[in-house]
């Protein structure tokens, strides 16, 4: 058989409760991603992180990124993408596979916009500087030594449904922190890591990666490069080659770039990027800067942010929707500032972004619009009973180094407290009553890791069935009794 759209996973809890500290939760918790980071950011003191590379998270807790691996063949080689391994950066980066939940832009607004029934979320990052509003995890981050510009963040969209046991997990009134950057290596132990742009998607073409053929064969990359390196400050030329700017507008960091990979025998290339809209049909300026993008290509709409100078667009979640087809019968390109019809609040400001604080990386994600085939969606239905108290934070993930993939279950934030405790494991399978995959898994906090036998009873007992959907992340409530459970669920 196969997965379809809800399989979740549940772990109770059968001794009393102790409190732990979680930290990492949301949509994105623990999810595989890759993206780009400043000059400064160091890994270890005295080991830069590759940062022309572009870097790779995978699936899991406390996993370091890495510089994101070569692909040979005609499989699209991101390591090859031509803005990478130059004298300049990117700023902002997308694969075009983001799902914008937001209404076409109209008199200068753009409103949140979420499927009845459904739910919508965005990652992103933000600048070092950024402090959040006061009280918010954004702002307990910047306290920290580690600090807050490396760090992976979600929020969930207003007007996103969930199970009613779920709920809890996802709130839709302030960011929660889904991967901290010294858990995914950006923090050296003093100097604090600077994430500069970030997507989901790409890991979809990774090795094993089951949701392979749900993702186009070449696809489009979507980026902007800084203003520092398209207007050096010492008043020397454009760092970036003048031919990418093909539409005879001026070079500007503010300005979005495409480039599509052309899938060839025994090879491929990426195609010598060009402009997709300029800085000129956003309404802004030559000088200002994007600094983080989420473009949904089938959409023809984008999300992004500039660097906040305190003028022109300077909220920092804009939406642009430019010529497609039927679908936009003016066909021009109409940008407005993204907010939530309900307070007409900008969505920043929800998200807990402080008035000069900076949005510098973005990513969005809408399972009900990533059906992928028999797998369902990209990003499962979050499913459960009851509401808990959320403690801690579990992902099961296909290892996709194995032949004959195996299914990891990574729990988080199970403090010294728990060692000894007796874990039951739950799996829901399309929302019928859960399957009870361990009886009774000791908690160890050294190692709490566990693997799942593959082709497991829950499973279908189908290695062929399965593989194609085992890669989900859940988000797990301990409960204090069995049947309570909880998750997002997650392909890659
Ligand atoms: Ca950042
Ligand atoms: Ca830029
Ligand atoms: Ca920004």
Request: aromatic share 12%; net charge negative; hydrophobic share 45%.
């Given at each position: 058989m196969h997965f379809t759209r809800l399989t979740a996973l549940a772990v109770v809890f059968t001794a009393a409760s102790t409190q732990a500290v979680q930290l990492n939760e949301g949509p994105v918790v623990a999810a595989p991603c890759v993206f780009g980071v400043d000059e400064t950011t160091f890994s270890a003191p005295g080991v830069p992180i590759g940062a022309k590379r572009m870097q790779r998270k995978r699936a899991g807790f406390d996993l370091p990124a890495f510089p994101i691996e070569p692909i040979t063949g005609a499989e699209p080689d991101f390591d090859e993408l031509p803005f990478l391994n130059q004298v300049f950066f990117a700023d902002a980066f997308s694969i075009g596979q983001d799902v914008i939940n937001a209404t076409p832009p109209n008199s200068g607004v753009s409103f949140i916009d979420v499927p009845p029934m459904g739910w919508g979320a965005i990652a992103f990052s933000v600048s070092r500087a950024t402090k959040g509003e006061p009280g918010s995890v954004m702002f307990d981050q910047y306290l920290k030594p580690d600090g807050t510009g490396g760090d992976i963040y979600s929020f969930t969209l207003p007007g996103s449904t969930f199970a009613s046991g779920v709920a809890p997990c996802y709130p839709t009134d302030t960011a929660q922190l889904a991967q901290d950057s010294p858990s995914i290596g950006l923090f050296d132990g003093t100097s604090q890591g600077e994430m500069t742009y970030l997507d989901?998607?790409?890991?979809?073409?990774?090795?094993?990666?089951?949701?392979?053929?749900?993702?186009?064969?070449q696809p489009v990359a979507f980026f902007s490069v800084r203003d520092e390196d398209a207007h050096p400050r010492d008043g020397s030329p454009s760092l970036v080659p003048a031919g990418w700017f093909d539409d005879g507008s001026p070079q500007s960091g503010a300005t979005i770039l495409m480039t599509r990979w052309i899938m060839g025998v025994g090879g491929g290339f990426w195609t010598t990027p060009k402009v997709h809209l300029n800085y000129d049909e956003l309404g802004l300026q030559e000088d200002d800067d994007i600094d983080a993008l989420a473009v949904s290509q089938a959409q023809c709409l984008a999300l992004f942010s500039i660097v906040n100078t305190g003028g022109g667009l300077a909220e920092q979640l804009q939406v642009v929707k430019w010529g497609c087809?039927?679908?936009?019968?003016?066909?021009g390109v109409e940008v407005g500032e993204y907010r939530d019809q309900s307070t007409m609040e900008p969505v920043a400001r929800s998200m807990d972004?402080?008035?000069?604080?900076?949005?510098d990386g973005l990513c969005t994600i809408d399972p009900s619009d990533q059906e992928l085939g028999s797998c369902g969606p990209y990003y499962g239905w979050p499913t459960g009973k009851s509401a808990f108290k959320k403690e801690l934070a579990a992902q099961v993930y296909r290892d996709d180094a194995a032949t004959l993939p195996t299914a990891t279950l990574v729990i988080d934030g199970i403090s010294p407290a728990y060692a000894g405790k007796r874990l039951h494991v739950y799996v829901l399978v399309n929302g019928f009553a859960p399957i009870k995959v361990y009886d009774e898994l000791i908690v160890t906090t050294t190692d709490p890791t566990r693997t799942i036998p593959f082709a497991s009873p829950f499973l279908g007992g189908s290695p062929g069935g399965a593989s194609l959907c085992m890669d989900f992340a859940a988000v797990i409530v301990p409960a204090p009794k069995v049947g309570a459970v909880i998750s997002g669920l997650r392909l890659y």
């Open positions: 989901l998607y790409v890991p979809a073409y990774m090795a094993g990666s089951p949701a392979r053929d749900f993702v186009p064969d087809g039927s679908a936009w019968a003016g066909g972004i402080e008035a000069d604080g900076e949005i």
